[in-house]
């Protein structure tokens, strides 16, 4: 298989390294009885069904082959395929295709991107995002692929609904089902009732897979096969990963490792992680990471119902941009965060710098390397920069940006988000946070079954006028 491996170096968490600020193995042996039983708890709950998620590089032959199938009869009728999704529903897509095609894909002459249509997420409800887009492209010419595990989430529906009343007034009602195509769940929701009502190609995502651990399913699955990305072998590179995680020596396992040096971080008052690749094309996973591991471990509760206030806020950086922007705060600011960097050992472009300005001595260094190795250089740079300053960081290496290594990415941190839920003993597969505020949402427009709800809205304290600077 040759070297595909993910390289995972925590020596600048540690205080062999940075002082006593750093993480003593100590540390770690004392969590040894949790280790342990959060390892049980993972081999349980996987055997129990109730960790879906990590069976997905194994039990989707047939889905991956209905995809690939799809993909292949409809790619040539569309100019773009626009995903409608938020969350767990669009942010897995992006970040996949970010890291593995192209940065200017869209702006790519069809042929340079295989034959594949453009991409699109519409994610957010702005509505002048929206209503920009259809300035610049025809709907008629789009394959619309809405994501929505719950299939109600009103952010995604209220797009559908616009673009299907815009295909319907333009198309007959046979030729506008061919523009749509869901992803949801296979019984729940409003979603799968109106795509068998109305006639809609549909991909399901398993029942006990939640949003942010969808992006193995069809959820990403089909975007990424829609842009010539090729998800056999994401899939394997998330197996490739998996086994590694079935490792409970932690030293050999990745996944958990991050995960204890994380929960001793939090401990130690690290209740900030913030992750900068050093790679434009892994730019969104820090996007990605941020929902999996603030959706999952932030939580009022713990298993016990006692008041935890658990969770370590996510901070989205790039190398080495904010190296001229956050990292001046990261070295000299307060001991209040662990900094991940991600690294990639092999670009997939060289980039000479020519051998001019020699005459220069604050240009000459430059002439006649690489920008490859001037990034690379400055990130080693920061690495020494935060550990002269006794913060933690780690460093995570992909040998290069593919489709391989990036399954193993994604599911190394699912893997880690999930034992840090156990070490943290919350839930970390529910998000009853974020239902608070869709539920105000739907009681403020006054929708059925939510009166209860609107009257403990109506009850809040006014505001003050004093207290809003006009
Ligand atoms: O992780 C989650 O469950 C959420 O972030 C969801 O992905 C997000 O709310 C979108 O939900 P749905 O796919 O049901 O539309």
Redesign the pocket.
């Known amino acids: 298989m040759g070297n595909m491996g993910i390289k995972f170096d925590f020596n600048n968490m540690m205080s062999d390294f940075i002082g006593d600020k750093g993480i003593k193995e100590d540390d770690i042996q004392a969590l040894k009885g949790k280790i342990e039983s959060a390892h049980k708890a993972m081999i349980e709950k996987r055997a129990l069904g109730k960790m879906d998620w990590r069976d997905l590089p194994y039990n989707q032959n047939e889905i991956v082959e209905d995809i690939i199938n799809y993909v292949n009869s409809v790619k040539d009728d569309f100019e773009a395929f626009v995903v409608l999704?938020?969350?767990?529903?669009a942010l897995g897509p992006m970040a996949v295709q970010q890291a593995i095609n192209s940065p200017y894909y869209n702006e790519l002459p069809r042929e340079k991107r295989n034959g594949f249509p453009k991409l699109y997420v519409m994610d957010n409800v702005d509505p002048e995002k929206l209503s920009y887009f259809f300035d610049m492209i025809d709907v008629t010419k789009c394959l619309f692929n809405c994501?929505?595990?719950?299939?109600?989430?009103s952010?995604?529906m209220s797009q559908f609904m616009i673009i299907k009343e815009m295909l319907s007034e333009k198309l007959s009602k046979e030729e506008a089902a061919k523009h749509i195509v869901c992803t949801t769940d296979k019984v729940n929701?409003n979603l799968i009732k109106i795509a068998k009502e109305e006639g809609y190609k549909t991909f399901i995502?398993p029942s006990g897979v939640?949003?942010?651990?969808?992006e193995l399913t069809p959820?990403g699955l089909l975007p990424a096969a829609m842009c010539g990305i090729d998800i056999r072998k994401m899939l394997e590179g998330a197996a490739y990963m998996d086994e590694i995680c079935k490792n409970d020596d932690i030293y050999k396992n990745p996944a958990y490792m991050y995960a204890v040096l994380s929960y001793i971080a939090m401990n130690k008052g690290r209740n900030i992680a913030v992750m900068m690749p050093y790679a434009d094309s892994l730019k969104l996973i820090s996007d990605w990471f941020a929902?999996l591991w603030a959706?999952s471990l932030g939580k009022k509760f713990d298993n016990e119902h006692n008041e935890i206030f658990a969770g370590q806020t996510p901070v989205k950086a790039l190398g080495v941009t904010d190296q001229h922007s956050q990292v001046q705060l990261y070295t000299e600011g307060p001991f209040d965060k662990m900094i991940v960097l991600l690294g990639v050992e092999k670009f997939r472009r060289t980039m000479d710098i020519p051998a001019i300005y020699g005459d220069i001595p604050s240009l000459g260094f430059l002439g006649g390397v690489t920008q490859n190795r001037l990034i690379q250089t400055e990130q080693m740079a920061t690495e020494y920069a935060l550990y002269k300053a006794g913060k933690m960081s780690l460093t995570i290496t992909l040998p290069e940006v593919n489709e391989f290594t990036l399954g193993e990415l994604l599911y190394m941190f699912e893997v880690a988000t999930g034992f840090a839920g156990e070490l943290l003993n919350i839930n970390a597969f529910d998000?009853p946070g974020?239902e608070e505020g869709?539920n105000a949402t739907y009681a403020m427009f006054g929708r059925p079954g939510y009166d209860e709800k609107k009257k403990e809205l109506d009850a809040r304290p006014e505001k003050k006028d004093k207290y809003i600077i006009k």
């Open positions: 999704g938020i969350g767990g529903s994501i929505s595990k719950s299939g109600s989430t952010e995604t929701g995502i939640g949003g942010r651990f969808s959820v929902q959706e998000q974020v869709k």
